[in-house]
């Protein structure tokens, strides 16, 4: 079969690689689409150490089933589905408590970090065991369906802080993973959110995807223009998807006393927290990773129409030219977003 191969750090090869074989409890999928992550491009230049070379990276997918291996009763060649990235053992004291993101043996799909080496969906073919296979509702396309992954992670996020009683949320970062946050909020009734970023553009986009406001991280003064804006109380709930030590203190500063803080984003392994403040104001810190079994809500969501990826989609593109666009997602070129793959 042919993949998209990190040989070695900086250096992505469309090559021939071996066709994997499903073994007991596991199916081969046809990849259809394979979405690349803003984790996948900061693994290009090993700044993550979970991209180790070589790896086929790539957890955002879909495609059809194309064998099974021994007991597989419930799925058939031709199925169309998705893939759930996380590979939780169902074993352990978190599996059985339902905390399959805090599994103890858990394993993402493309991802290589030393304990285990895991290829991933940028390939014709993918095998992964059955209990990470959802089925694809008849509505939703195979490029809509990769963003299942993202929106079950945005969908957990808002899911960690308690939204009754609270009707002002801030949202920052308008990002993949911010806006997906956005329609989340919006799809479950939520009243005012409001998203920050520094990208015009994005904002723009958040506009046009619900946001009741937005506002530029510079040169506003967020928590500021956040206390006017809420007569001086501050934000319910704030939402903090990019992970900086800059963003979580803004997150930290815009929420209101006994107010919630989730953080979805983590770019940098560690921020300064303002301790004195999340004490004194009684703030609650939430951290938030991955998804726990938020696929067929997801799912319905899209099928429904209630998520609107198609803004979000920077481009759809062959798996022969996805060298090119990793280049251009990791020089970060304006109005970049999600780019798609399809072998």
């Not at 390939?123 to 209990?131: G, H, K, N, S, T």
């Not at 949202?171 to 520094?198: C, K, P, S």
């Not at 723009?204 to 804006?229: C, F, K, Q």
């Amino acid at each position: 079969m042919k993949a998209l191969m990190l040989d070695d750090y900086m250096d992505l090869v469309y090559e021939d690689a071996p066709t994997p074989v499903p073994g007991p409890g596991e199916v081969r999928l046809r990849v259809k689409a394979c979405g690349i992550c803003g984790s996948d491009v900061r693994g290009l230049d090993g700044s993550t150490g979970r991209r180790r070379p070589p790896v086929i990276m790539g957890h955002e997918v879909s495609g059809v089933i194309d064998e099974v291996g021994d007991a597989i009763v419930d799925w058939k060649p031709g199925d169309r589905v998705t893939v759930d990235s996380t590979d939780a053992c169902g074993a352990c004291w978190f599996c059985s408590r339902g905390r399959l993101n805090l599994c103890e043996n858990r394993r993402v799909l493309g991802v290589s970090c030393g304990d285990y080496r895991r290829d991933g969906g940028f390939a014709e073919y993918l095998v992964v065991p059955q209990r990470a296979l959802y089925l694809m509702p008849e509505k939703v396309s195979f490029e809509q369906a990769t963003m299942t992954e993202p929106l079950s992670v945005a969908l957990h996020a808002i899911t960690r802080a308690p939204l009754q009683d609270a009707d002002f949320a801030v949202v920052i970062g308008a990002g993949t993973i911010g806006l997906l946050a956005l329609q989340a909020l919006r799809a479950e009734g939520f009243g005012a959110v409001v998203v920050v970023d520094v990208d015009l553009s994005r904002l723009e986009l958040a506009r046009r995807l619900g946001a009741h406001g937005v506002m530029r991280s510079d040169p506003t003064d967020v928590v500021a223009e956040i206390g006017r804006l809420t007569q001086g109380r501050g934000a319910d709930i704030v939402f903090e998807a990019v992970g900086l030590d800059m963003t979580v203190k803004m997150a930290v500063g815009a929420a209101r006393k006994g107010g919630s803080v989730v953080l979805i984003g983590n770019l940098a392994t560690s921020v300064e927290l303002a301790l004195q403040m999340a004490v004194t104001r009684e703030l609650s810190l939430f951290g938030s990773c991955a998804s726990s079994g938020e696929y067929p809500a997801c799912l319905d969501l899209l099928a429904q129409g209630a998520i609107d990826t198609g803004p979000m989609i920077t481009a759809v593109a062959p798996l022969s030219e996805g060298r090119e666009w990793f280049e251009r997602l990791y020089r970060r070129e304006p109005g970049m977003m999600k780019v798609i793959l399809t072998p």
